[in-house]
T-cell receptor, first 114, second 113 residues
Protein backbone atom coordinates (compact mmCIF):
# COMPACT_ATOMS: atom_id res chain seq x y z
CA UNK A 1 0.00 0.00 0.00
CA UNK A 2 1.14 3.51 -0.78
CA UNK A 3 2.49 5.53 2.13
CA UNK A 4 0.97 8.82 0.92
CA UNK A 5 -2.43 8.68 -0.74
CA UNK A 6 -4.46 11.41 -2.36
CA UNK A 7 -8.15 11.43 -3.20
CA UNK A 8 -9.55 12.02 -5.70
CA UNK A 9 -6.91 11.30 -8.34
CA UNK A 10 -8.79 13.25 -10.98
CA UNK A 11 -11.54 15.82 -10.64
CA UNK A 12 -13.39 18.09 -13.02
CA UNK A 13 -15.43 20.85 -11.44
CA UNK A 14 -17.13 24.08 -12.45
CA UNK A 15 -16.17 27.64 -11.65
CA UNK A 16 -17.51 28.73 -8.27
CA UNK A 17 -17.82 25.26 -6.78
CA UNK A 18 -16.22 24.29 -3.50
CA UNK A 19 -13.88 21.35 -3.67
CA UNK A 20 -11.74 19.47 -1.18
CA UNK A 21 -8.63 17.43 -1.93
CA UNK A 22 -7.61 14.94 0.70
CA UNK A 23 -4.25 13.55 1.69
CA UNK A 24 -3.55 10.67 4.06
CA UNK A 25 -0.24 9.17 5.14
CA UNK A 26 0.78 6.05 6.97
CA UNK A 27 4.41 7.05 7.48
CA UNK A 28 3.84 8.58 10.89
CA UNK A 29 5.36 11.87 9.77
CA UNK A 30 4.49 15.07 11.56
CA UNK A 31 5.10 17.43 8.62
CA UNK A 32 2.80 17.70 5.63
CA UNK A 33 2.74 19.95 2.57
CA UNK A 34 0.52 20.88 -0.37
CA UNK A 35 2.05 21.89 -3.70
CA UNK A 36 0.63 22.69 -7.11
CA UNK A 37 2.43 21.88 -10.34
CA UNK A 38 1.86 23.82 -13.54
CA UNK A 39 3.62 23.04 -16.82
CA UNK A 40 6.83 25.04 -17.10
CA UNK A 41 6.52 26.42 -13.56
CA UNK A 42 7.67 23.51 -11.43
CA UNK A 43 6.15 22.99 -8.00
CA UNK A 44 4.98 25.81 -5.78
CA UNK A 45 4.17 25.49 -2.10
CA UNK A 46 0.58 26.32 -1.13
CA UNK A 47 0.44 25.46 2.59
CA UNK A 48 2.46 23.43 5.04
CA UNK A 49 1.94 22.05 8.52
CA UNK A 50 4.66 21.00 10.94
CA UNK A 51 2.22 19.40 13.36
CA UNK A 52 -1.52 19.23 13.98
CA UNK A 53 -1.69 22.69 15.58
CA UNK A 54 0.70 24.37 13.17
CA UNK A 55 -0.49 25.65 9.77
CA UNK A 56 1.53 28.00 7.60
CA UNK A 57 0.99 29.75 4.30
CA UNK A 58 3.32 28.96 1.46
CA UNK A 59 4.20 30.86 -1.67
CA UNK A 60 0.71 30.84 -3.26
CA UNK A 61 -1.96 30.41 -0.58
CA UNK A 62 -4.54 32.88 -1.95
CA UNK A 63 -7.76 31.11 -2.89
CA UNK A 64 -6.91 28.01 -0.84
CA UNK A 65 -7.43 26.84 2.73
CA UNK A 66 -6.27 23.76 4.59
CA UNK A 67 -7.27 21.61 7.53
CA UNK A 68 -5.02 19.25 9.52
CA UNK A 69 -7.62 16.92 10.97
CA UNK A 70 -5.08 14.53 12.47
CA UNK A 71 -1.39 13.80 12.18
CA UNK A 72 -2.14 11.54 9.24
CA UNK A 73 -4.61 13.77 7.34
CA UNK A 74 -4.15 17.11 5.62
CA UNK A 75 -6.91 18.48 3.37
CA UNK A 76 -6.76 21.29 0.82
CA UNK A 77 -9.92 23.24 -0.02
CA UNK A 78 -10.78 25.57 -2.85
CA UNK A 79 -13.71 27.60 -1.51
CA UNK A 80 -14.75 28.93 -4.91
CA UNK A 81 -12.81 27.28 -7.71
CA UNK A 82 -11.62 29.34 -10.67
CA UNK A 83 -10.12 28.15 -13.98
CA UNK A 84 -6.58 29.25 -13.17
CA UNK A 85 -6.59 26.76 -10.32
CA UNK A 86 -6.52 24.00 -12.93
CA UNK A 87 -3.30 22.16 -12.06
CA UNK A 88 -1.76 19.00 -10.67
CA UNK A 89 -1.77 19.03 -6.87
CA UNK A 90 0.69 17.09 -4.74
CA UNK A 91 0.71 16.30 -1.07
CA UNK A 92 4.02 15.51 0.62
CA UNK A 93 5.22 14.49 4.07
CA UNK A 94 8.47 14.52 5.99
CA UNK A 95 9.55 13.77 9.52
CA UNK A 96 11.36 16.06 11.91
CA UNK A 97 14.17 13.73 12.84
CA UNK A 98 17.69 13.99 11.49
CA UNK A 99 19.00 16.71 9.25
CA UNK A 100 16.44 17.76 6.70
CA UNK A 101 14.70 14.49 6.05
CA UNK A 102 13.41 14.01 2.54
CA UNK A 103 9.88 14.70 1.46
CA UNK A 104 7.69 11.82 0.30
CA UNK A 105 5.16 12.73 -2.37
CA UNK A 106 1.74 11.35 -3.08
CA UNK A 107 0.68 10.41 -6.63
CA UNK A 108 -1.05 13.72 -7.28
CA UNK A 109 -4.58 14.96 -7.98
CA UNK A 110 -5.31 16.38 -11.40
CA UNK A 111 -7.90 19.15 -11.00
CA UNK A 112 -9.67 20.80 -13.91
CA UNK A 113 -11.88 23.84 -13.33
CA UNK A 114 -14.16 24.65 -16.26
CA UNK B 1 14.24 34.76 -1.04
CA UNK B 2 15.85 31.68 -2.47
CA UNK B 3 15.47 30.92 -6.15
CA UNK B 4 16.47 28.07 -8.41
CA UNK B 5 17.18 28.25 -12.12
CA UNK B 6 17.21 25.17 -14.29
CA UNK B 7 18.86 26.32 -17.44
CA UNK B 8 17.34 23.79 -19.84
CA UNK B 9 13.65 23.04 -20.06
CA UNK B 10 14.19 20.03 -22.33
CA UNK B 11 17.23 17.79 -22.89
CA UNK B 12 17.08 15.07 -25.55
CA UNK B 13 19.88 12.50 -25.56
CA UNK B 14 20.57 9.10 -27.04
CA UNK B 15 20.71 5.97 -24.94
CA UNK B 16 24.11 5.29 -23.34
CA UNK B 17 25.22 8.90 -23.83
CA UNK B 18 26.29 11.02 -20.85
CA UNK B 19 23.98 13.76 -19.63
CA UNK B 20 24.26 16.86 -17.46
CA UNK B 21 21.23 18.75 -16.18
CA UNK B 22 22.12 22.20 -14.98
CA UNK B 23 20.92 23.95 -11.84
CA UNK B 24 21.92 27.28 -10.34
CA UNK B 25 20.63 28.73 -7.10
CA UNK B 26 20.67 32.10 -5.43
CA UNK B 27 21.60 32.33 -1.80
CA UNK B 28 23.69 34.40 0.54
CA UNK B 29 23.66 31.77 3.27
CA UNK B 30 24.34 28.07 3.52
CA UNK B 31 21.86 25.93 1.65
CA UNK B 32 20.61 22.42 1.33
CA UNK B 33 20.19 21.26 -2.28
CA UNK B 34 18.14 18.46 -3.80
CA UNK B 35 17.33 16.74 -7.05
CA UNK B 36 13.94 15.08 -7.44
CA UNK B 37 12.71 12.98 -10.37
CA UNK B 38 9.15 12.66 -11.64
CA UNK B 39 8.39 9.71 -13.89
CA UNK B 40 5.33 10.02 -16.14
CA UNK B 41 2.06 10.05 -14.18
CA UNK B 42 3.81 9.70 -10.84
CA UNK B 43 4.74 11.87 -7.87
CA UNK B 44 8.25 13.08 -7.16
CA UNK B 45 11.02 10.92 -5.75
CA UNK B 46 14.26 12.09 -4.16
CA UNK B 47 17.33 11.33 -6.30
CA UNK B 48 19.98 12.86 -4.06
CA UNK B 49 20.64 15.69 -1.64
CA UNK B 50 23.52 17.85 -0.48
CA UNK B 51 23.50 18.93 3.15
CA UNK B 52 27.21 19.31 3.95
CA UNK B 53 30.55 17.57 3.57
CA UNK B 54 31.78 16.15 0.28
CA UNK B 55 30.75 18.28 -2.66
CA UNK B 56 30.19 15.22 -4.87
CA UNK B 57 26.95 13.55 -3.96
CA UNK B 58 25.89 10.17 -5.28
CA UNK B 59 22.25 9.27 -5.61
CA UNK B 60 20.04 6.50 -6.84
CA UNK B 61 20.01 5.04 -10.36
CA UNK B 62 23.63 6.03 -11.05
CA UNK B 63 23.09 9.78 -10.81
CA UNK B 64 25.47 12.15 -9.07
CA UNK B 65 25.66 15.89 -8.52
CA UNK B 66 28.41 18.30 -7.62
CA UNK B 67 27.94 21.25 -5.31
CA UNK B 68 29.96 24.25 -6.45
CA UNK B 69 29.69 27.07 -3.95
CA UNK B 70 31.69 29.61 -5.98
CA UNK B 71 29.47 29.10 -9.01
CA UNK B 72 26.30 28.54 -6.95
CA UNK B 73 25.59 25.45 -9.00
CA UNK B 74 24.41 21.92 -8.34
CA UNK B 75 24.48 20.15 -11.70
CA UNK B 76 23.18 16.59 -12.06
CA UNK B 77 25.13 14.07 -14.13
CA UNK B 78 24.94 10.51 -15.31
CA UNK B 79 27.69 8.92 -17.42
CA UNK B 80 25.40 6.64 -19.42
CA UNK B 81 21.63 7.06 -19.58
CA UNK B 82 18.94 4.46 -20.19
CA UNK B 83 15.54 4.74 -21.81
CA UNK B 84 14.06 4.35 -18.32
CA UNK B 85 15.69 7.63 -17.24
CA UNK B 86 13.16 9.52 -19.35
CA UNK B 87 11.45 11.76 -16.81
CA UNK B 88 11.25 15.31 -15.53
CA UNK B 89 13.96 16.37 -13.09
CA UNK B 90 13.58 19.10 -10.52
CA UNK B 91 16.31 20.90 -8.62
CA UNK B 92 15.26 22.32 -5.24
CA UNK B 93 16.79 24.39 -2.45
CA UNK B 94 15.75 24.69 1.14
CA UNK B 95 14.54 28.13 2.03
CA UNK B 96 16.72 29.60 4.73
CA UNK B 97 17.70 26.13 5.89
CA UNK B 98 14.08 25.40 6.79
CA UNK B 99 12.02 22.41 5.75
CA UNK B 100 10.39 24.43 2.97
CA UNK B 101 11.65 23.68 -0.52
CA UNK B 102 11.83 26.04 -3.48
CA UNK B 103 11.73 24.13 -6.76
CA UNK B 104 13.11 24.96 -10.16
CA UNK B 105 10.83 24.80 -13.20
CA UNK B 106 12.06 21.36 -14.19
CA UNK B 107 14.05 19.78 -17.01
CA UNK B 108 12.44 17.14 -19.18
CA UNK B 109 14.98 14.49 -20.06
CA UNK B 110 14.10 12.34 -23.05
CA UNK B 111 16.32 9.37 -23.79
CA UNK B 112 15.99 8.12 -27.35
CA UNK B 113 17.06 4.69 -28.63
Amino acid sequence: DADVTQTPRNRITKTGKRIMLECSQTKGHDRMYWYRQDPGLGLRLIYYSFDVKDINKGEISDGYSVSRQAQAKFSLSLESAIPNQTALYFCATSDSTGVFSKQYFGPGTRLTVT
Amino acid sequence: AQSVTQLDSQVPVFEEAPVELRCNYSSSVSVYLFWYVQYPNQGLQLLLKYLSGSTLVKGINGFEAEFNKSQTSFHLRKPSVHISDTAEYFCAVSQGGSEKLVFGKGTKLTVNP
